[in-house]
């Protein structure tokens, strides 16, 4: 056997059973810890709802303002939702990860404020359509305010709404409610109580509210 | 010396194994974490691709290309050994721990979030720059 042949059979080796390792660590679930009724969630009340009242699946989401994969999942939640306009409705639940995202806990705070005005959805839509505007902001107050104030909201009532206890114990509800469908990422998605895993495409988010819709 | 290398080979299949479950994870939804916070975040960061390619097959490339130096080093004649091959393994762990504390340093101070696969990606990487003898303290022919 030639000398250089050995080391080229143990590298096509490695590659093929490193290869077939990812695929099949990719493919497990990512908690094998996780009962069948953890993977079930009793959201009972609470959260912002689009969407007609009588739809037939809920889509929950568990998102925080400032997670720049809940921005990525964002104009694909108002395409399904555009899709599905009577079968589907979103009903979305803060859960700022205020560890990591130091302002994620005002973004919340500022649609809860619009939302005092009547105006939630287009301060959750404007919030992530600005994300990277304010999200490594050091202040980020001013520019909520200047979207606010965009929007033609009365400024005065929304920055009592930004230091209001009661709003930020609404935001902290979610999240208590969270922690209990033990949520553990950002966005997590819950159809009708059960948790859905859904890629980033819009073929993958088709198929699993085609896959939930009573037949 | 074969025995240092055969560990760099090692460590260069699980990296192989990190990288590749990364980029086949990265478009797959949100990729929790077990030991850190913000896996996702830094998955689909800005930081996270180059020219629209993600890192993580950078990083695939990588490996494979260490651990076929590494393999061709074990597996290389004792009497004759090639000096290049340890030199290019060097500078190439050597090239890729500036990367990988540059993008470890991108976690902590630009996006303050921590993916746990990257650290593992760095710790392989600065332990294969550790194992690789240097060129310079190599000892000349008698």
Redesign the interface.
Same mark, same amino acid.
């Given at each position: 056997m030639p000398?250089?042949l050995?080391?080229l059979i143990?590298?096509v080796l490695?590659?093929a059973?490193?290869?077939g390792?990812?695929?099949y660590?990719?493919r497990q679930p990512?908690?094998p810890e996780e009962t069948a009724a953890a993977t079930r969630a009793d959201i009972k009340d609470g959260g912002h709802i689009r969407g007609p009242e009588k739809a037939a699946l809920t889509l929950v989401e568990f998102g925080d303002y400032q997670?720049?994969?809940c921005g990525?999942y964002h104009p694909l939640v108002k395409e399904i939702l555009n899709r599905y306009p009577q079968q589907l409705r979103l009903e979305f639940h803060h859960f700022p990860?205020v560890?990591?995202?130091?302002n994620s806990m005002l973004a919340s705070k500022a649609a809860e404020a619009a939302g005092e005005q009547g105006r939630y959805w287009e301060m959750h839509d404007a919030l992530f359509d600005h994300q990277r505007e304010w999200s490594?902001s050091p202040n980020a107050e001013p520019i909520f305010v200047a979207l606010a104030s965009q929007m033609g909201l009365d400024s005065n009532k929304f920055m009592q709404g930004l230091r209001s206890p009661q709003l930020q114990d609404r935001i902290l509800r979610d999240v208590e409610q969270g922690q209990n469908a033990k949520v553990?990422?950002?966005?997590?998605f819950f159809i009708n109580g059960e948790r859905v895993?859904?890629?980033?495409?819009m073929e993958d988010f088709v198929q699993v509210i085609d896959a939930h819709l009573p037949k | 010396m074969k025995a240092r290398f055969a560990v760099i *080979?090692i460590l260069a @299949?699980i990296g192989?194994?990190d990288a590749?479950?990364l980029?086949?994870?990265r478009?797959?939804?949100?990729?929790?974490?077990h030991v850190t916070?913000?896996?996702?975040?830094v998955l689909?960061?800005?930081y996270s691709e180059i020219v629209g390619i993600p890192i993580s097959w950078f990083g695939v490339g990588f490996y494979?290309v260490m651990?076929?130096l590494a *393999?061709?080093k074990? @597996?290389e004649?004792p009497q004759y050994p090639s000096h290049g091959l340890t030199g290019l393994i060097f500078y190439l762990a050597g090239a890729a721990l500036v990367i990988s504390s540059l993008l470890v340093g991108i976690q902590a101070f630009?996006?303050?979030?921590f993916c746990e696969y990257c650290l593992l990606s760095a710790a392989l990487v600065l332990s294969m720059f550790l194992l690789t003898p240097s060129p310079a303290r190599r000892k000349l022919p008698q």
């Open positions: 000398k250089a050995k080391p143990v590298i490695a590659v059973l490193a290869a390792a990812a695929v660590l990719s990512d908690q997670c720049p994969s990525a990860l560890t990591i995202h130091p490594d553990d990422a950002v966005p997590t895993h859904i890629k980033l495409s | *080979a @299949f192989m194994v590749l479950y980029s086949i994870k478009n797959a939804g949100p990729i929790p974490c916070r913000g896996c996702t975040d689909t960061s800005r494979i651990f076929s *393999a061709f074990v @597996f004649d630009i996006l303050k979030a």
